[in-house]
């Protein structure tokens, strides 16, 4: 056996370094804080029913398969995923309902009916971000990144030339307008850029590879939900002799210089050889680092934060067979949503709604004449805009009354609600924030917490707030890049 890592929390990230680093014959211990592992990819049970707390869509779902492929398993053997068709409904207060297909040939037929003038444009579209994807892949998301001096090395030399076409310097939102005519389909693929909490007004035109993430790989769901992705992952874990403490917070960071020398977990020191944080990064520094004599990068401490979420989770009465496992119910002023969330950081007055039931691709999560709805909005990173609880139930009465402008009137039998102020704490991410800084400039890619802690000579970071950013691929990704990083010393 040779070095011992201690890996800072068991969310996608730290799983995902401990089973690679393990893989390559590091002694590995998990501190979570929490009762359970997975993190942001959580679940709760209610009268029978279960509701995701996070995630609700898996794409990229070959990274997932990799990682077990590298264990010497198949993900098939431990998991059941399906493809959700159409990846998601879209609705608009006039009534235009829009379905977007991960197959190619039903999405193409779905815009030549929904937005004709655009079908031309739009198949395109789907060919240039195609091949923004593949020409940003290896740089942005499945290689270590070191800021701008990576993107103009000599091993990425082909991209400065395509600095324009990669849409650095425009926003997603220009880039959309300039192509399409309809407002409709512009604000379905403006849309794409909250996936990472960033704003499409602000945000650069490179985030249109997402899209092609979730169109050209689709959108998948396990069969019982998505915290069977966690179990998996635990079990793998463990199989492997990586060693999982729960309930066991890291307090507290002990220096000698610039290398970490201990770990105070649950008032124990422990002493430190290679170290891997998966708390977002920010609060890694303002919490353990900064009190242990390691000042936070300026940089980072401006960054924008990225949004935040309001979760409602419902138990409604089942009236009728239901078709869209995700649904989106646009707001009639997006701008205004997005002056709202980043500019005066208050609660969108006309909020999107999304709407996951997952009982519609597995049955067994809900009973029998209802339904398990999961409705998420936007939400600033200002937690404690969140501490009045009068205030958090008019809002969700507000996001109810919203629902019936697309004549949603649903029963309601019983309503738990998760705030920025829940995240926060729960999982550990400063204001809320679900994927740490926000994309909202063109710096922003090569503005991200790199893996290796630049200054502390053994800390790696991992997880949505650090390169290659957040969503269950990205972070996944992150735990085997430092896991190459690391074996590399
Ligand atoms: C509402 C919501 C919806 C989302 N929807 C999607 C989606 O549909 N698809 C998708 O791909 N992604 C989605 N995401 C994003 C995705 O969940 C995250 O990007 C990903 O799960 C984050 O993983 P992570 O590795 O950053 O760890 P996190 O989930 O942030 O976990 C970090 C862990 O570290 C622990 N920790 C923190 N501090 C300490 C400490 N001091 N000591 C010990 N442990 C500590 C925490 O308790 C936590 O368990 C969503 C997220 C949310 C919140």
């Known amino acids: 056996m040779r070095h011992h890592v201690q890996v800072i929390g068991a969310g996608l990230g730290g799983l995902s370094a401990a089973i690679h680093l393990r893989l390559k014959g590091y002694d590995v211990t998990i501190f979570e804080k929490n009762h359970e592992p997975g993190g942001k990819l959580s ?8 509701f995701d707390l996070g995630p609700t869509v898996l794409t990229m779902p070959f990274v997932l398969e990799e990682l077990f492929k590298a264990a010497g398993e198949r993900l098939e053997d431990h998991i059941t995923l399906h493809p959700v068709e ?8 006039d009534g235009t309902a829009f379905d977007a297909w991960g197959e190619r040939e039903k999405l193409l037929e779905e815009v030549a009916r929904c937005f004709p003038e655009d079908v031309n444009e739009f198949r395109r579209f789907l060919g240039d971000i195609a091949r923004l994807y593949e020409a940003t892949k290896d740089v942005f998301l499945f290689s270590p990144f070191r800021g701008v ?14 600095l324009g076409s990669l849409g650095f310097t425009q926003t997603v939102h ?16 403006d849309r794409f850029a909250t996936y990472n909490g960033s704003s499409p007004y602000s945000a650069p035109a490179t985030l249109n590879v997402i899209p092609h993430v979730e169109l050209a790989f689709g959108a998948w769901y396990p069969e019982g939900g998505m915290y069977r992705i966690v179990e998996v992952l635990t079990s793998l874990a463990e199989s492997l002799g990586v060693k999982i403490h729960l309930s066991s ?15 105070t977990v649950n008032g124990v020191r ?4 290679i170290v891997i944080s998966n ?9 353990l680092l900064d009190p242990a004599g390691l000042p936070i990068p300026t940089r980072l401490e401006r960054e924008e934060r990225s949004c935040s979420g309001f979760l409602m989770l419902a138990t409604v009465e089942k009236v009728g067979e239901r078709e869209s496992h995700h649904s989106i119910f646009f707001s009639d002023h997006y701008r205004q949503e997005f002056n709202d969330l980043f500019e005066t950081k208050s609660f969108p007055s006309e909020m999107t709604i999304y709407r996951s039931v997952s009982s519609v691709s597995d049955l067994s999560l809900t009973v029998e004449g209802e339904e398990n709805w999961y409705l998420l909005v936007n939400a600033p990173a200002r937690p404690e805009l969140f501490a009045n609880r009068v205030r958090v139930e008019k809002y969700s009465e507000m996001v109810l009354r919203r629902l019936e402008a697309f004549n949603q009137h649903p029963t309601v039998r019983s309503l738990s ?23 909202n400039s063109i710096f922003s890619a090569f503005m991200r917490q790199g893996n290796k802690v630049k200054g502390v000579e053994n800390l790696y970071m991992v997880g949505g707030s650090v390169h290659p950013g957040g969503g269950i691929p990205l972070v996944l990704l992150s735990g085997k890049i430092v896991a190459q990083m690391v074996e590399s010393l």
């Open 43 to 50: 679940r709760r049970y209610d009268a029978g029913h279960y």
């Open 86 to 93: 159409p990846t998601c409904r879209y609705y608009w207060s």
């Open 149 to 162: 001096r990576e993107f103009f090395s000599l091993r990425n030399a082909r991209l400065a030339p395509m």
């Open 174 to 189: 220009r880039s959309l307008e300039r192509r399409f005519h309809s407002p409709k389909l512009i604000q379905f693929l």
């Open 249 to 263: 917070e890291v307090e507290g960071v002990g220096c000698e210089g610039k290398r970490i020398t201990s770990l």
């Open 270 to 273: 422990e002493s430190s050889n």
């Open 279 to 287: 708390v977002d990064a920010l609060r890694m520094w303002k919490h």
């Open 417 to 439: 609600v998760m705030t920025p102020l829940d995240i926060e704490e729960r999982y550990a991410s400063l204001d809320g924030a679900i994927y740490g800084s926000a994309s």
